[in-house]
């Protein structure tokens, strides 16, 4: 299997146009029709918060080997707009092309001699078929197809698996897709990215969002109250879309306030719970935070970052909410703030993060960011196997002495029932509490409180210590080790391949838990370092000061709602070497 690119081994298609023309749509049906074709795919999608017009793209990068994200170049544009066209012809590798509507007549305003020009009549297809207009995208798909040795057959197999039971649809897009072929097979001159057809391989073609719930539902996760925010509402649509098959309640919640007090209450009540938002949100969530922290009860949520502050930029990603995550909310209290890297660790962080909560009945946070959570990777099939089942001190029944919902025990954690449990009466509210859950405002007894809660930190660190809170990527003997969190993973991985070519030996290391942080950072960062996050303030870099004591000679940081790409974590590394 080989996978020729102009640049590099990989092949990187963008389809371009406004909102309403099916972009996101037909960037997923590229990914997953690689991906059926035994190659590895990596999709993003950047688009404005409008329902119809601004400009959006989805991006899409193929390989023969494992990609990680997407490169700040182009092989080929797909335009479904004149737009499209100029906005993006700068960033096509010589040798690239550009596929557009031929009604646009744009021959005599494309400047560039060094790329292929591809006029298909997009338009003119689809009135043949009598076609929605949005069938445009379905032409070019077979076009792109045609360009990069794609098996047509995969992608008519995805049509129709797509309009199932819709036989008048599949057959009108599967002609769509011949006659996108043909336009192009007809005036291919030279475009050089080619795919070889390879194996196909059991893998997965998801996003973070989807990747999470069905972490949640592996674990057992039957209950989610959630109000739609971008971008984490695709948590809640997947729950909605599957509630039979998996047996679970979901709720649409008023908003954030509601959704958080409905999933501390299904905790209460013995189930595994969760709930989804993005920062507006968890702020309306920290009062309930709170109130989950001092009842003890064990609750998930999945905190899916973008640019504030405020509304900020509300369909873009960003990590500007670490600090929040770790410290929001009032008063003291155990939480757990795990941040998985790709779609492969939200699925397996979130499935333990149920484990944690209920092993140590706090708050589980996952923090995520829009590039993680809204990007597809093709993923390697989860082992369910390795998802363990683990709900800590539960009890199903209760005899003997009368139950104490706050017993002291050793490690902080106490036994906890489910409400009706013959022989056990629950007493639990928001106030502080005696060990039998009634409220007191006696000093010593609220501070043997506070210290029985705070018994479980020397346990919750010693438990996610087991996870890999830290790891590390590339070099053991690096020239520069480059530091960073969510999704900075995937960029500063392909950043490695690029840094080797050019005769540079890097490092990168991952921070997968932030609370508590773990230990034994500080053996990799001596020599030359670099921190690489997408915010303003070095958020992961203040943490590791209040830590360690460390602080960052060199930071790269991005924080105009896009993600760093490989090729600005390259030539920041080389500027820091130099």
Same mark, same amino acid.
């Given at each position: 299997?080989?996978?020729?690119?102009?640049?590099?081994?990989?092949?990187?298609?963008?389809?371009?146009?406004?909102?309403?023309?099916?972009?996101?749509?037909?960037?997923?049906?590229?990914?997953?029709?690689?991906?059926?074709?035994?190659?590895?795919?990596?999709?993003?999608?950047?688009?404005?918060?409008?329902?119809?017009?601004?400009?959006?793209?989805?991006?899409?990068?193929?390989?023969?080997?494992?990609?990680?994200? +997407?490169?700040?170049? *182009?092989?080929? =544009?797909? &335009? @479904?707009?004149?737009?499209? $066209?100029?906005?993006?012809?700068?960033? !096509?590798?010589?040798?690239?092309?550009?596929?557009?509507?031929?009604?646009?007549?744009?021959?005599?305003?494309?400047?560039?001699?060094?790329?292929?020009?591809?006029?298909?009549?997009?338009?003119?297809?689809?009135?043949?078929?009598?076609?929605?207009?949005?069938?445009? +995208?379905?032409?070019? *798909?077979?076009? =792109?197809? &045609? @360009?990069?040795?794609?098996? $047509?057959?995969?992608?008519?197999?995805? !049509?129709?698996?797509?309009?199932?039971?819709?036989?008048?649809?599949?057959?009108?897009?599967?002609?769509?897709?011949?006659?996108?072929?043909?336009?192009?097979?007809?005036?291919?001159?030279?475009?050089?990215?080619?795919?070889?057809?390879?194996?196909?391989?059991?893998?997965?073609?998801?996003?973070?969002?989807?990747?999470? &719930? @069905?972490?949640?539902?592996?674990?057992?996760?039957?209950?989610?109250?959630?109000?739609?925010?971008?971008?984490?509402?695709?948590?809640?649509?997947?729950?909605?879309?599957?509630?039979?098959?998996?047996?679970?309640?979901?709720?649409?919640?008023?908003?954030?306030?509601?959704?958080?007090?409905?999933?501390?209450?299904?905790?209460?009540?013995?189930?595994?719970?969760?709930?989804?938002?993005?920062?507006?949100?968890?702020?309306?969530?920290?009062?309930?935070?709170?109130?989950?922290?001092?009842?003890?009860?064990?609750?998930?949520?999945?905190?899916?970052?973008?640019?504030?502050?405020?509304?900020?930029?509300?369909?873009?990603?960003?990590?500007?909410?670490?600090?929040?995550?770790?410290?929001?909310?009032?008063?003291?209290?155990?939480?757990?703030?795990?941040?998985?890297?790709?779609?492969?660790?939200?699925?397996?962080?979130?499935?333990?993060?149920?484990?944690?909560?209920?092993?140590?009945?706090?708050?589980?946070?996952?923090?995520?960011?829009?590039?993680?959570?809204?990007?597809?990777?093709?993923?390697?099939?989860?082992?369910?196997?390795?998802?363990?089942?683990?709900?800590?001190?539960?009890?199903?029944?209760?005899?003997?002495?009368?139950?104490?919902?706050?017993?002291?025990?050793?490690?902080?954690?106490?036994?906890?029932?489910?409400?009706?449990?013959?022989?056990?009466?629950?007493?639990?509210?928001?106030?502080?509490?005696?060990?039998?859950?009634?409220?007191?405002?006696?000093?010593?007894?609220?501070?043997?409180?506070?210290?029985?809660?705070?018994?479980?930190?020397?346990?919750?660190?010693?438990?996610?210590?087991?996870?890999?809170?830290?790891?590390?990527?590339?070099?053991?003997?690096?020239?520069?080790?480059?530091?960073?969190?969510?999704?900075?993973?995937?960029?500063?991985?392909?950043?490695?391949?690029?840094?080797?070519?050019?005769?540079?030996?890097?490092?990168?290391?991952?921070?997968?838990?932030?609370?508590?942080?773990?230990?034994?950072?500080?053996?990799?960062?001596?020599?030359?370092?670099?921190?690489?996050?997408?915010?303003?303030?070095?958020?992961?870099?203040?943490?590791?000061?209040?830590?360690?004591?460390?602080?960052?000679?060199?930071?790269?940081?991005?924080?105009?709602?896009?993600?760093?790409?490989?090729?600005?974590?390259?030539?920041?590394?080389?500027?820091?070497?130099?």
């Amino acid at each position: 299997m080989r996978c020729s690119g102009l640049i590099d081994d990989t092949v990187t298609v963008l389809i371009g146009g406004e909102a309403g023309q099916g972009i996101s749509r037909s960037g997923m049906l590229l990914g997953k029709a690689m991906m059926r074709g035994g190659f590895y795919a990596y999709g993003a999608i950047d688009y404005p918060s409008l329902i119809r017009g601004g400009h959006n793209f989805y991006t899409v990068r193929g390989s023969s080997r494992k990609v990680f994200s +997407n490169s700040g170049k *182009l092989d080929l =544009v797909v &335009a @479904l707009n004149r737009e499209s $066209v100029f906005r993006h012809m700068d960033e !096509i590798n010589p040798g690239g092309g550009i596929i557009y509507d031929e009604k646009d007549a744009l021959s005599d305003e494309l400047s560039r001699g060094d790329i292929n020009y591809y006029p298909v009549p997009l338009s003119e297809v689809v009135k043949e078929l009598g076609g929605p207009t949005i069938m445009r +995208n379905t032409v070019a *798909l077979g076009s =792109v197809a &045609a @360009l990069v040795g794609l098996d $047509v057959d995969i992608l008519n197999e995805l !049509i129709a698996e797509t309009f199932e039971g819709r036989d008048k649809i599949i057959s009108m897009n599967v002609e769509a897709i011949r006659k996108g072929w043909e336009n192009v097979i007809e005036f291919n001159h030279g475009f050089q990215c080619t795919l070889e057809a390879g194996e196909r391989p059991e893998r997965l073609w998801l996003t973070g969002n989807e990747a999470v &719930a @069905l972490g949640a539902q592996a674990a057992g996760c039957n209950f989610l109250a959630a109000y739609p925010m971008t971008p984490a509402s695709p948590v809640l649509h997947y729950f909605a879309g599957h509630d039979e098959e998996t047996d679970s309640v979901v709720i649409q919640a008023e908003s954030e306030i509601s959704a958080m007090c409905m999933t501390v209450g299904a905790s209460y009540a013995g189930v595994r719970s969760m709930t989804s938002t993005s920062g507006g949100g968890f702020c309306l969530m920290t009062e309930a935070l709170s109130m989950a922290a001092i009842q003890e009860n064990p609750v998930v949520i999945m905190l899916g970052q973008r640019p504030g502050p405020s509304t900020g930029l509300a369909t873009y990603s960003a990590q500007g909410d670490l600090l929040f995550a770790i410290y929001g909310a009032h008063g003291e209290f155990q939480r757990i703030v795990l941040s998985p890297g790709d779609a492969e660790e939200c699925f397996y962080l979130t499935a333990e993060a149920f484990n944690l909560a209920e092993r140590f009945q706090i708050p589980v946070i996952v923090l995520t960011d829009k590039e993680i959570i809204e990007s597809h990777e093709t993923v390697e099939m989860f082992d369910i196997s390795k998802v363990d089942i683990i709900r800590g001190n539960l009890l199903r029944k209760w005899k003997g002495d009368e139950y104490l919902r706050y017993r002291f025990t050793e490690d902080g954690v106490s036994p906890r029932i489910i409400p009706g449990t013959p022989n056990a009466l629950i007493l639990s509210n928001s106030n502080e509490h005696t060990e039998r859950g009634f409220s007191t405002s006696v000093s010593e007894s609220a501070r043997i409180m506070v210290d029985k809660r705070f018994r479980k930190e020397e346990h919750i660190k010693r438990a996610t210590g087991k996870l890999s809170p830290i790891k590390s990527y590339g070099s053991d003997d690096p020239d520069i080790t480059m530091v960073g969190w969510g999704s900075t993973k995937g960029s500063s991985l392909e950043a490695i391949g690029l840094l080797s070519d050019q005769g540079v030996k890097a490092r990168y290391v991952q921070v997968r838990i932030m609370e508590p942080f773990p230990e034994g950072l500080m053996e990799y960062l001596s020599g030359e370092t670099v921190l690489f996050e997408n915010n303003r303030t070095a958020a992961l870099g203040t943490l590791i000061k209040l830590n360690t004591g460390y602080k960052f000679n060199n930071v790269g940081l991005k924080y105009d709602g896009r993600p760093l790409t490989s090729d600005e974590i390259v030539s920041k590394v080389k500027e820091v070497l130099r």
